[in-house]
């Protein structure tokens, strides 16, 4: 018996399926018959099962009438009334048959036993499982008071040692719960960790308190230049622009905020950058602490600013365009009445000084009329395949001399620079006006460098510069060494009537007309200055392909402007209509007046005779002066026309540019252009038929 008590005390808890093999094979070796041994939960489920016995065939077959783990204890049970009892239980065949549940008599008879014996296994006042003796062979002795009271010692030492066992295991399994746990703990710090660092987006960890910067990922210190280690020793004040560092911070942020915000950053290197985003609090860090996650929006910014720019230059190009075309009616009747009456004043006439003025102080409405119609990109352009270089070495002379000596100008051309589509007049205008302004730059003695190249704008810079197309482009640079601009300026120097000349020295639409004939071209202008470093400006001009286009020569004006022929006049201004009429008939011509095309087409319609000209207005209430010239060609497909405006317009004019085969002067008009024009109009060569 010490023998077995000792194997009990050395039985080790650390395997508990090892400890219940032990169990039942030495309680079945020492008791000399088969053994079952049922461990039980607290809610009476089969947690294991054990059987021993010294004959194999009876082990199996005993082995397939045991209920498994995992099966709760049936309800007429004898293992249920042993579990509520907790009391042993013998059980002899033949005797004690009534006592027992049906199927447990039934598993009886099956294994032939003779004595059943059912002791609960109690440790520390819990129910651990159930110990079953049986008797099965014959020739084996019943079991007797001694039997039963070592099989109770047997069951108590049991107990101990399997409740140690489950004490055990439920502290093994809890242990490598809480290992496993820790272990999927650290995965995850390791992956938002990961997540943290990877992630593109710049993300800052700080103290909601003291806002001291505790932890920063990778995209930020990209973005800001800094190492890790400078950049969390860092001042938070420290990261800001200079003249945003009085603002105080925001300690006092609720918890629960979500605190969207915008502001200026300094980059390491003193490069500025605007940063947009949102803070949350976070829960996971012990403390009070605030997850920062920002974007770089410097570039859309920009963007957003030239887009504004973009559409505020247009807003007041379409007012200056309007307003443009109503000057050009009015200067229409002021310059072509003091030239007539110029001409009909004889010299040495009182009134021909006042006259000359009044026609000099319409020449100047109509120059500054000109430039607005420039700058809001209304103005006729006649554009050719030309050389930019060669533009350039054709007012280099004349540049030269409107600089001065005290500047030298430097014309640098690539050998083969290529050529644009332009009006070559205009880009000279453009070449005239940067150079001018340039020149009002240098105070003192400076220089002014013009340079023409070959350039591809690729997708990144049209990414940065709003409305430029990528491609190849010519580039003409115009740059000066004089005072510079600051930011505000830049910002208005394209805006008409902006200068920041003294009264009286500029009129303020140089540069408007630059960027209106550089936008209506189909190009592109930008801006490099610097106050004290002097200003860069850069035009972009579309590159094409084709053989640059001999510049027309210009048809000397002739005496024999004069002319007999029939004109019908459409114009809807009174004053204009008047003052037109009166130069054709001085000219000699027979005219025909009409305030609209309603009027037109009755004349035409009742005039009997020929009618070689039709001279419209192309703007007009009812009835364009396009539509009015193709209703007319069915009735009168022999009269030619000529259109007159102050500004473009689609019927006629595509972006700017004159559809081919169509007649056009520009307002306002003056009597010896309308006789030049009417004489080139009507002498051309008859268009060939369709």
Known sequence: MSEVFRFFAE??????????????????????????????DSDLMIAASRVYDADPAWLAKVSKMVPAAGTVVPPD?????????????????????????????????????????????????????????????????????EDRTFADLLARHAAIAINHANLFQAERQAREKAERTQAALTASERDHRLLFESCPVPMVVVDSRTFALESVNEAALALYGYTREEYLA??????????????????????????????????????????????????????????????????????????????KMDAIGNLAGGVAHDFNNLLS??????YMLLEELPPGDPMRDDVTEIRRAGERAAELTRQLLAFSRQQILEPRVLLLSGVVRGVEKMLRRLVGEHIELTVMNQSLDGNVCADAGQLEQVIMNLVVNARDAIREG??????????????????????????????????????????????????????????????????????????????????????GKGTTFKLYFPRVRAAAEQLPVPRPETSGLRGTETILLVEDEDPVRLVMRTILRRQGYHV???????????????????????????????????????????????????????????????????????????????????????????????????
Not at 109 to 134: C, H, N, R, S, W
Not at 268 to 277: A, Q, R, W
Not at 333 to 338: E, Q
Request: aromatic share 6%.
């Open 333 to 338: 009747v002021i310059l072509s009445s003091s």
């Open 592 to 690: 025909l007046e009409a305030r609209n095309g309603g009027e037109a087409l009755l004349i035409c319609e009742q005039f009997g005779a020929t009618i070689h000209l039709l001279l419209t207005d192309v703007v007009m209430p009812q009835m364009s002066g396009r539509a009015l010239a193709e209703r007319l060609a069915p009735l009168r497909p022999q009269m030619r026309a000529l259109y007159v405006s102050g500004y473009t317009e689609n019927s006629i004019v595509h972006h700017g540019v004159l559809d081919s085969g169509i007649a056009f002067l520009a307002k306002p008009i003056l009597p010896a252009s309308l006789a030049l024009k009417v004489r080139e109009v009507l002498d051309a060569p008859a268009p060939a038929k369709k």
């Open 446 to 531: 400076g220089q002014i460098t013009i340079e023409t190249m070959n350039v591809v704008l690729d997708e990144a810079y049209a990414a940065l510069h709003h409305g430029v197309a990528p491609g190849e482009h010519v580039m003409l640079a115009i740059s000066d060494t004089g005072v510079g601009m600051d930011a505000v300026t830049q910002a208005r120097i394209f805006e008409p009537f902006f200068t920041t000349k003294p009264t009286g020295e500029g009129t303020g639409l140089g540069l408007a007309t630059v960027f209106g004939i550089v936008k209506q071209s189909g190009g592109s202008i930008w801006l490099y200055s610097e106050p």
């Open 234 to 311: 860092l001042d938070p004040l420290e990261l800001r622009a200079a003249e945003d560092r009085g603002r105080p911070l925001r300690p006092d942020l609720p918890e629960e905020a979500h605190w969207p915000h915008t502001a200026r950053h300094r980059r390491k290197d003193g490069s500025l950058l605007l940063i947009e985003g949102v803070s949350r609090p976070l829960a996971m860090f012990s403390g009070a602490r605030r997850l920062f996650v920002f974007q770089d929006v410097t570039l859309r910014e920009k963007l957003a600013q030239q887009v504004q720019r973009s559409q």
């Open 11 to 40: 039985l080790g808890p650390e395997n508990f399926n090892r400890v219940l093999d032990a169990v039942v094979e030495r309680i079945g070796q020492v008791m000399g018959d088969g053994c079952v041994l049922w461990v039980l």
């Open 77 to 145: 049970s004898v293992l249920r009334q042993i579990a509520a009892a907790q009391e042993p239980m013998d059980f002899v065949r033949g005797r004690d048959d009534e006592k027992l549940p049906g199927p447990t008599q039934r598993m009886l008879t099956a294994l032939d036993a003779q004595e059943f014996m059912l002791k609960p296994l109690v440790a520390g006042g819990e129910l651990v499982g159930i110990l079953g003796l049986l008797r099965h062979h014959n020739e084996a002795p019943p079991f007797t008071d």
